[in-house]
Protein backbone atom coordinates (compact mmCIF):
# COMPACT_ATOMS: atom_id res chain seq x y z
CA UNK A 1 0.00 0.00 0.00
CA UNK A 2 1.59 3.57 -1.13
CA UNK A 3 1.52 6.29 1.84
CA UNK A 4 -1.66 8.16 0.58
CA UNK A 5 -3.97 5.38 0.46
CA UNK A 6 -2.62 4.50 3.79
CA UNK A 7 -3.85 7.82 4.83
CA UNK A 8 -7.25 8.19 2.71
CA UNK A 9 -7.94 4.45 4.36
CA UNK A 10 -7.27 5.99 8.08
CA UNK A 11 -9.36 9.30 7.03
CA UNK A 12 -11.96 7.37 5.88
CA UNK A 13 -15.69 9.66 6.42
CA UNK A 14 -17.21 6.83 7.78
CA UNK A 15 -13.87 6.81 10.17
CA UNK A 16 -14.00 10.47 11.12
CA UNK A 17 -17.95 10.49 11.61
CA UNK A 18 -18.26 7.61 14.01
CA UNK A 19 -15.35 8.74 15.86
CA UNK A 20 -17.50 12.44 16.21
CA UNK A 21 -20.38 10.80 17.23
CA UNK A 22 -18.76 8.61 20.05
CA UNK A 23 -17.29 12.13 21.29
CA UNK A 24 -20.30 13.29 21.43
CA UNK A 25 -22.01 10.67 23.14
CA UNK A 26 -18.74 11.13 25.86
CA UNK A 27 -19.54 14.23 25.73
CA UNK A 28 -23.19 14.58 27.32
CA UNK A 29 -21.80 11.93 29.78
CA UNK A 30 -18.97 14.09 31.29
CA UNK A 31 -19.90 17.72 30.29
CA UNK A 32 -16.99 20.43 29.55
CA UNK A 33 -13.47 19.24 29.69
CA UNK A 34 -10.27 20.67 28.86
CA UNK A 35 -7.59 19.12 26.44
CA UNK A 36 -3.91 20.42 26.29
CA UNK A 37 -1.64 19.31 23.11
CA UNK A 38 1.98 20.45 23.36
CA UNK A 39 2.59 19.99 19.22
CA UNK A 40 2.97 22.64 17.00
CA UNK A 41 2.36 19.95 14.49
CA UNK A 42 -0.73 19.12 16.21
CA UNK A 43 -2.22 22.28 16.30
CA UNK A 44 -1.19 22.82 12.65
CA UNK A 45 -3.83 20.09 11.54
CA UNK A 46 -6.32 20.88 14.20
CA UNK A 47 -6.80 24.21 12.88
CA UNK A 48 -6.12 23.34 8.73
CA UNK A 49 -9.23 20.83 9.17
CA UNK A 50 -11.24 22.75 11.49
CA UNK A 51 -11.72 19.96 14.24
CA UNK A 52 -12.30 22.35 16.36
CA UNK A 53 -15.55 22.99 14.74
CA UNK A 54 -16.60 19.69 14.35
CA UNK A 55 -16.28 19.22 18.26
CA UNK A 56 -18.95 19.97 20.59
CA UNK A 57 -18.80 23.09 22.49
CA UNK A 58 -18.36 21.75 25.81
CA UNK A 59 -14.80 20.03 24.11
CA UNK A 60 -11.90 22.67 24.46
CA UNK A 61 -8.32 22.18 23.39
CA UNK A 62 -5.98 24.32 24.22
CA UNK A 63 -2.05 24.60 22.55
CA UNK A 64 0.92 24.18 24.75
CA UNK A 65 4.33 25.17 24.14
CA UNK A 66 4.46 22.61 21.47
CA UNK A 67 6.64 24.72 19.16
CA UNK A 68 10.38 24.14 19.74
CA UNK A 69 11.39 27.60 18.08
CA UNK A 70 8.64 29.34 19.90
CA UNK A 71 10.18 28.44 23.24
CA UNK A 72 13.83 29.62 22.72
CA UNK A 73 15.07 32.15 24.91
CA UNK A 74 15.68 35.18 23.18
CA UNK A 75 19.17 34.75 25.07
CA UNK A 76 20.18 31.33 23.34
CA UNK A 77 19.33 33.59 19.44
CA UNK A 78 21.80 36.74 20.77
CA UNK A 79 24.49 34.02 21.82
CA UNK A 80 24.62 33.13 17.91
CA UNK A 81 24.08 36.34 16.98
CA UNK A 82 27.14 37.15 19.01
CA UNK A 83 29.34 34.60 17.20
CA UNK A 84 27.88 35.30 13.92
CA UNK A 85 31.27 37.53 13.03
CA UNK A 86 33.76 34.71 13.02
CA UNK A 87 31.68 31.58 12.26
CA UNK A 88 29.16 30.82 9.65
CA UNK A 89 25.68 29.96 11.65
CA UNK A 90 23.12 27.24 10.31
CA UNK A 91 19.36 27.23 11.40
CA UNK A 92 16.08 25.46 10.91
CA UNK A 93 14.15 27.50 8.42
CA UNK A 94 11.53 29.09 10.89
CA UNK A 95 14.02 30.29 13.50
CA UNK A 96 14.99 32.96 10.85
CA UNK A 97 12.60 35.73 11.89
CA UNK A 98 12.26 34.98 15.13
CA UNK A 99 13.37 38.67 17.04
CA UNK A 100 15.56 38.29 19.58
CA UNK A 101 16.78 41.36 22.14
CA UNK A 102 19.69 42.24 19.12
CA UNK A 103 17.86 41.80 16.27
CA UNK A 104 17.11 38.18 14.44
CA UNK A 105 18.62 35.86 12.31
CA UNK A 106 17.70 37.68 9.36
CA UNK A 107 18.55 41.04 11.02
CA UNK A 108 22.20 40.24 11.19
CA UNK A 109 21.84 38.53 7.94
CA UNK A 110 21.72 41.62 6.74
CA UNK A 111 24.28 43.55 8.76
CA UNK A 112 26.37 40.92 6.72
CA UNK A 113 27.01 37.80 8.71
CA UNK A 114 26.71 34.30 7.33
CA UNK A 115 23.80 32.97 8.48
CA UNK A 116 22.03 29.83 6.29
CA UNK A 117 18.85 27.94 6.40
CA UNK A 118 19.36 24.36 6.06
CA UNK A 119 16.62 21.53 6.25
CA UNK A 120 18.51 18.48 7.98
CA UNK A 121 22.00 19.49 10.35
CA UNK A 122 23.31 17.30 7.47
CA UNK A 123 23.29 20.26 5.16
CA UNK A 124 25.25 22.27 7.83
CA UNK A 125 27.75 19.36 7.80
CA UNK A 126 28.23 19.88 3.95
CA UNK A 127 28.80 23.25 4.63
CA UNK A 128 31.85 22.73 7.02
CA UNK A 129 33.01 20.31 5.04
CA UNK A 130 33.51 22.66 2.23
CA UNK A 131 34.30 25.90 3.86
CA UNK A 132 37.37 27.06 6.25
CA UNK A 133 35.19 28.94 8.71
CA UNK A 134 33.98 27.33 11.86
CA UNK A 135 30.07 26.36 11.03
CA UNK A 136 27.71 26.29 14.38
CA UNK A 137 24.43 24.84 14.31
CA UNK A 138 22.00 26.49 16.40
CA UNK A 139 20.63 23.04 17.54
CA UNK A 140 16.66 23.34 18.36
CA UNK A 141 14.49 21.11 18.74
CA UNK A 142 12.85 18.54 21.56
CA UNK A 143 13.28 14.71 21.23
CA UNK A 144 12.20 14.01 18.05
CA UNK A 145 15.35 16.53 16.50
CA UNK A 146 17.97 16.32 19.09
CA UNK A 147 18.89 12.91 17.81
CA UNK A 148 20.59 13.64 14.66
CA UNK A 149 22.41 16.66 16.95
CA UNK A 150 23.50 14.13 18.61
CA UNK A 151 24.07 11.37 16.09
CA UNK A 152 26.52 14.04 13.45
CA UNK A 153 28.63 14.49 16.70
CA UNK A 154 29.61 10.45 17.53
CA UNK A 155 31.21 11.05 13.77
CA UNK A 156 33.22 13.91 15.09
CA UNK A 157 32.86 16.49 12.21
CA UNK A 158 35.58 19.26 11.32
CA UNK A 159 35.10 22.63 11.78
CA UNK A 160 31.39 22.24 13.27
CA UNK A 161 29.97 22.55 16.35
CA UNK A 162 26.64 22.66 17.95
CA UNK A 163 24.92 25.31 20.45
CA UNK A 164 23.02 23.27 21.87
CA UNK A 165 19.37 24.52 22.88
CA UNK A 166 17.45 21.43 22.34
CA UNK A 167 14.45 21.00 24.99
CA UNK A 168 13.07 17.78 26.78
CA UNK A 169 9.24 17.70 26.62
CA UNK A 170 8.04 15.46 29.99
CA UNK A 171 9.33 17.94 32.52
CA UNK A 172 7.67 20.60 30.79
CA UNK A 173 4.12 18.22 31.02
CA UNK A 174 5.31 18.62 35.17
CA UNK A 175 5.30 22.13 34.97
CA UNK A 176 2.30 23.11 32.93
CA UNK A 177 0.65 20.57 35.67
CA UNK A 178 1.66 21.60 38.72
CA UNK A 179 -0.68 24.55 40.46
CA UNK A 180 -1.43 28.17 39.38
CA UNK A 181 -0.71 27.10 35.47
CA UNK A 182 -3.77 26.22 33.15
CA UNK A 183 -6.30 23.94 34.62
CA UNK A 184 -6.53 21.04 31.98
CA UNK A 185 -8.24 17.52 32.25
CA UNK A 186 -6.11 15.17 30.08
CA UNK A 187 -3.18 15.55 27.35
CA UNK A 188 -2.57 14.48 23.50
CA UNK A 189 0.70 13.91 23.81
CA UNK A 190 3.15 14.60 20.82
CA UNK A 191 3.42 12.01 18.25
CA UNK A 192 6.51 12.12 17.03
CA UNK A 193 8.50 13.04 20.10
CA UNK A 194 7.44 10.12 21.74
CA UNK A 195 8.51 7.87 18.54
CA UNK A 196 11.77 8.59 20.23
CA UNK A 197 10.90 8.66 23.93
CA UNK A 198 8.53 5.83 23.65
CA UNK A 199 5.08 6.09 26.60
CA UNK A 200 6.30 4.36 29.39
CA UNK A 201 7.97 7.97 30.03
CA UNK A 202 4.88 9.86 30.61
CA UNK A 203 3.72 7.27 33.27
CA UNK A 204 4.71 9.09 36.25
CA UNK A 205 2.95 12.19 35.06
CA UNK A 206 -0.48 10.27 35.06
CA UNK A 207 -0.17 8.71 38.27
CA UNK A 208 1.45 12.39 39.87
CA UNK A 209 -1.40 14.44 38.74
CA UNK A 210 -3.96 12.38 38.22
CA UNK A 211 -4.32 12.94 34.20
CA UNK A 212 -5.28 11.27 31.44
CA UNK A 213 -2.83 11.29 28.58
CA UNK A 214 -3.10 9.34 25.21
CA UNK A 215 -0.11 9.44 22.42
CA UNK A 216 -1.68 11.35 19.38
CA UNK A 217 -0.74 10.87 15.85
CA UNK A 218 -1.13 13.79 13.02
CA UNK A 219 -3.96 12.57 10.69
CA UNK A 220 -7.27 13.98 11.38
CA UNK A 221 -8.60 10.80 12.59
CA UNK A 222 -5.40 10.31 14.77
CA UNK A 223 -6.15 13.61 16.71
CA UNK A 224 -9.62 12.67 16.71
CA UNK A 225 -8.93 9.02 17.97
CA UNK A 226 -6.86 10.27 20.43
CA UNK A 227 -9.20 13.05 21.66
CA UNK A 228 -12.07 10.07 22.55
CA UNK A 229 -9.61 7.69 24.51
CA UNK A 230 -8.80 10.92 26.60
CA UNK A 231 -12.46 11.07 27.13
CA UNK A 232 -13.44 7.94 27.11
CA UNK A 233 -10.71 7.89 30.23
CA UNK A 234 -12.45 10.52 32.25
CA UNK A 235 -15.75 9.15 31.57
CA UNK A 236 -14.48 5.60 33.00
CA UNK A 237 -11.96 7.32 35.90
CA UNK A 238 -9.23 6.25 34.71
CA UNK A 239 -5.54 8.15 34.62
CA UNK A 240 -3.29 6.44 32.45
CA UNK A 241 -1.06 6.55 29.10
CA UNK A 242 -2.49 5.23 26.52
CA UNK A 243 -1.12 4.96 22.81
CA UNK A 244 -3.42 6.27 19.95
CA UNK A 245 -0.33 5.92 17.34
CA UNK A 246 0.80 2.44 17.59
CA UNK A 247 1.52 2.36 13.62
CA UNK A 248 4.68 4.37 14.72
CA UNK A 249 4.92 4.19 18.52
CA UNK A 250 6.84 1.69 20.46
CA UNK A 251 5.93 1.78 24.61
CA UNK A 252 9.91 1.56 25.51
CA UNK A 253 10.79 3.97 22.03
CA UNK A 254 13.18 4.11 20.05
CA UNK A 255 15.85 2.44 21.83
CA UNK A 256 19.07 2.95 20.02
CA UNK A 257 18.03 6.64 19.65
CA UNK A 258 18.06 6.77 23.25
CA UNK A 259 21.48 5.22 23.48
CA UNK A 260 22.67 8.23 21.36
CA UNK A 261 21.45 10.78 23.31
CA UNK A 262 22.63 9.71 25.99
CA UNK A 263 26.27 9.19 24.86
CA UNK A 264 26.60 12.68 23.72
CA UNK A 265 23.66 14.41 25.60
CA UNK A 266 23.21 15.35 29.69
CA UNK A 267 20.13 16.21 31.04
CA UNK A 268 20.70 19.74 32.65
CA UNK A 269 17.68 22.85 33.75
CA UNK A 270 16.94 25.04 31.58
CA UNK A 271 14.75 28.28 30.38
CA UNK A 272 12.00 28.29 27.91
CA UNK A 273 10.69 31.66 26.29
CA UNK A 274 8.15 32.86 28.18
CA UNK A 275 8.70 29.87 31.12
CA UNK A 276 10.51 29.93 33.80
CA UNK A 277 14.03 27.56 34.64
CA UNK A 278 12.15 24.81 34.12
CA UNK A 279 14.02 21.22 35.84
CA UNK A 280 15.68 18.89 34.13
CA UNK A 281 14.28 19.76 30.48
CA UNK A 282 17.25 20.72 28.39
CA UNK A 283 20.32 18.86 26.47
CA UNK A 284 23.70 20.00 27.48
CA UNK A 285 26.90 18.15 25.35
CA UNK A 286 28.97 16.15 27.34
CA UNK A 287 32.45 17.00 28.34
CA UNK A 288 33.66 14.17 25.85
CA UNK A 289 31.77 15.81 22.94
CA UNK A 290 33.21 19.42 24.33
CA UNK A 291 34.87 19.65 20.91
CA UNK A 292 32.03 20.23 19.31
CA UNK A 293 29.86 22.17 21.41
CA UNK A 294 29.59 25.94 20.51
CA UNK A 295 29.60 27.10 24.50
CA UNK A 296 33.03 25.25 25.44
CA UNK A 297 34.46 25.67 22.01
CA UNK A 298 34.07 29.85 21.92
CA UNK A 299 33.97 29.87 26.10
CA UNK A 300 36.64 33.01 25.58
CA UNK A 301 34.55 34.88 22.66
CA UNK A 302 31.39 34.47 25.51
CA UNK A 303 32.96 35.93 28.02
CA UNK A 304 32.65 39.41 26.21
CA UNK A 305 28.75 38.62 25.45
CA UNK A 306 26.34 40.49 27.77
CA UNK A 307 22.77 39.67 27.85
CA UNK A 308 20.22 42.06 29.02
CA UNK A 309 16.88 40.98 28.67
CA UNK A 310 14.30 44.24 27.18
CA UNK A 311 11.17 43.02 27.70
CA UNK A 312 8.71 41.69 25.81
CA UNK A 313 7.37 45.01 24.26
CA UNK A 314 2.92 44.18 25.17
CA UNK A 315 3.59 40.30 23.62
CA UNK A 316 1.43 37.91 25.47
CA UNK A 317 3.63 34.64 23.80
CA UNK A 318 4.26 33.90 27.45
CA UNK A 319 0.94 33.03 28.19
CA UNK A 320 -0.07 32.06 24.73
CA UNK A 321 2.40 29.05 25.50
CA UNK A 322 1.25 27.93 28.68
CA UNK A 323 -2.48 27.07 27.83
CA UNK A 324 -3.54 30.65 29.87
CA UNK A 325 -4.55 33.11 26.77
CA UNK A 326 -5.34 31.98 23.23
CA UNK A 327 -3.52 34.29 20.19
CA UNK A 328 -6.82 36.45 19.85
CA UNK A 329 -6.60 38.10 23.37
CA UNK A 330 -3.59 39.13 22.85
CA UNK A 331 -4.08 43.32 22.21
CA UNK A 332 -1.10 43.17 19.41
CA UNK A 333 -2.71 40.65 17.56
CA UNK A 334 -3.28 41.06 13.73
CA UNK A 335 -3.30 44.44 13.83
CA UNK A 336 0.01 44.89 15.17
CA UNK A 337 1.70 41.48 15.08
CA UNK A 338 1.21 39.73 11.86
CA UNK A 339 3.53 37.22 9.92
CA UNK A 340 5.16 40.02 7.88
CA UNK A 341 5.79 42.37 10.80
CA UNK A 342 5.75 39.99 13.99
CA UNK A 343 6.33 41.28 17.37
CA UNK A 344 6.97 37.53 18.81
CA UNK A 345 7.87 34.53 18.11
CA UNK A 346 4.67 32.60 18.23
CA UNK A 347 3.72 34.90 15.50
CA UNK A 348 6.66 33.89 13.22
CA UNK A 349 6.76 30.39 13.38
CA UNK A 350 4.81 27.97 11.19
CA UNK A 351 4.17 26.26 14.20
CA UNK A 352 3.44 28.65 16.50
CA UNK A 353 -0.22 29.15 17.91
CA UNK A 354 -0.43 32.95 17.01
CA UNK A 355 0.87 32.23 12.96
CA UNK A 356 -1.23 29.52 13.05
CA UNK A 357 -4.32 31.83 14.82
CA UNK A 358 -4.04 34.10 11.75
CA UNK A 359 -3.68 31.55 8.85
CA UNK A 360 -6.14 30.39 9.32
CA UNK A 361 -8.60 32.09 11.26
CA UNK B 1 9.00 21.51 13.54
CA UNK B 2 8.60 17.94 15.17
CA UNK B 3 6.89 16.88 11.48
CA UNK B 4 8.02 13.73 10.73
CA UNK B 5 6.90 12.67 6.91
CA UNK B 6 6.33 8.91 6.09
CA UNK B 7 8.53 7.68 3.44
CA UNK B 8 8.85 4.02 1.86
CA UNK B 9 12.34 2.88 1.89
CA UNK B 10 14.12 2.02 -2.04
CA UNK B 11 17.94 1.14 -1.27
CA UNK B 12 19.46 1.13 1.87
CA UNK B 13 23.46 1.16 1.70
CA UNK B 14 25.16 1.63 4.95
CA UNK B 15 23.65 3.68 7.17
CA UNK B 16 22.25 5.98 4.43
CA UNK B 17 18.54 5.15 2.51
CA UNK B 18 17.00 6.27 -0.65
CA UNK B 19 13.57 6.98 0.43
CA UNK B 20 10.52 8.10 -1.81
CA UNK B 21 7.95 10.85 -0.25
CA UNK B 22 5.25 9.59 -2.90
CA UNK B 23 7.38 10.49 -5.97
CA UNK B 24 9.98 12.42 -4.56
CA UNK B 25 13.69 10.97 -3.86
CA UNK B 26 15.63 11.69 -1.18
CA UNK B 27 18.72 10.64 0.57
CA UNK B 28 18.48 9.91 4.41
CA UNK B 29 20.39 8.92 7.59
CA UNK B 30 19.64 5.47 9.16
CA UNK B 31 21.61 5.89 11.99
CA UNK B 32 19.18 5.98 14.08
CA UNK B 33 17.36 2.67 13.14
CA UNK B 34 18.32 -0.76 13.35
CA UNK B 35 17.84 -3.12 10.23
CA UNK B 36 15.99 -0.84 7.69
CA UNK B 37 15.31 -3.12 4.36
CA UNK B 38 14.26 -1.90 1.49
CA UNK B 39 10.21 -1.87 1.43
CA UNK B 40 10.24 -0.59 4.94
CA UNK B 41 8.41 2.35 5.62
CA UNK B 42 10.43 4.76 8.04
CA UNK B 43 9.13 8.21 9.59
CA UNK B 44 11.96 11.08 8.59
CA UNK B 45 12.52 14.56 9.79
CA UNK B 46 15.40 16.31 9.77
CA UNK B 47 16.93 14.16 6.96
CA UNK B 48 17.13 11.09 9.60
CA UNK B 49 14.68 8.31 9.49
CA UNK B 50 13.59 8.45 13.10
CA UNK B 51 10.64 5.17 13.56
CA UNK B 52 9.41 2.87 11.16
CA UNK B 53 5.70 2.40 10.51
CA UNK B 54 3.89 -0.51 10.85
CA UNK B 55 0.85 -0.24 8.43
CA UNK B 56 -0.43 -3.18 9.55
CA UNK B 57 -0.98 -1.73 12.90
CA UNK B 58 -2.98 1.42 11.09
CA UNK B 59 -5.28 -0.45 9.26
CA UNK B 60 -6.06 -2.40 12.69
CA UNK B 61 -6.44 0.42 14.77
CA UNK B 62 -9.01 2.05 12.27
CA UNK B 63 -11.13 -0.91 11.24
CA UNK B 64 -13.56 -0.66 13.89
CA UNK B 65 -14.11 2.23 13.33
CA UNK B 66 -14.88 2.54 9.87
CA UNK B 67 -16.22 -1.03 9.09
CA UNK B 68 -14.09 -1.32 6.29
CA UNK B 69 -15.92 -3.26 3.53
CA UNK B 70 -19.06 -2.69 5.08
CA UNK B 71 -20.81 -1.23 2.60
CA UNK B 72 -23.97 -0.88 4.35
CA UNK B 73 -22.39 1.50 6.76
S1 LIG C 1 -0.05 37.98 18.70
FE1 LIG C 1 2.09 38.57 18.47
S2 LIG C 1 2.49 39.90 20.21
FE2 LIG C 1 0.63 38.78 20.69
S3 LIG C 1 1.30 36.94 21.80
FE3 LIG C 1 1.20 36.37 19.65
S4 LIG C 1 3.27 36.73 18.89
FE4 LIG C 1 3.13 37.84 20.84
Known amino acids: ?361 | MCLAIPAKVIEVDKGVGKVDFGGVLRTVRLDLLEDVKSGDYVLVHVGFAIEKLDEEEAIECFKIWGAYGDTRA
Open chain 1, 1 to 361: MEIHELKNRINDPRVIENLLKAIRKLSDRIGPVRIMHVCGTHEHEIVRFGLRSLLPQEVEIISGPGCPVCVTPKRDIDRAIFLADRCIITTYGDMYRVPSNSGSFEAATSEGNDIRVVYSITDALDIAANEDKEVIHFGIGFETTSPASAAVLIDQPRNFSILSVHRLIPPALSFLLSPGEAKVDALLNPGHVSTIIGTEVYEDISKKFRIPQVVTGFEPADILLGIYMVMKQINEGRCEVENGYKRAIKREGNRKAQKILKEVFYIKDAEWRGFPEILDSGYGIRDKYEEWDALKKFEDELGDFVYEDQGEKGCRCGEVLRGLIKPEECGLFREVCSPSNPVGACMVSSEGACNIAFKFG
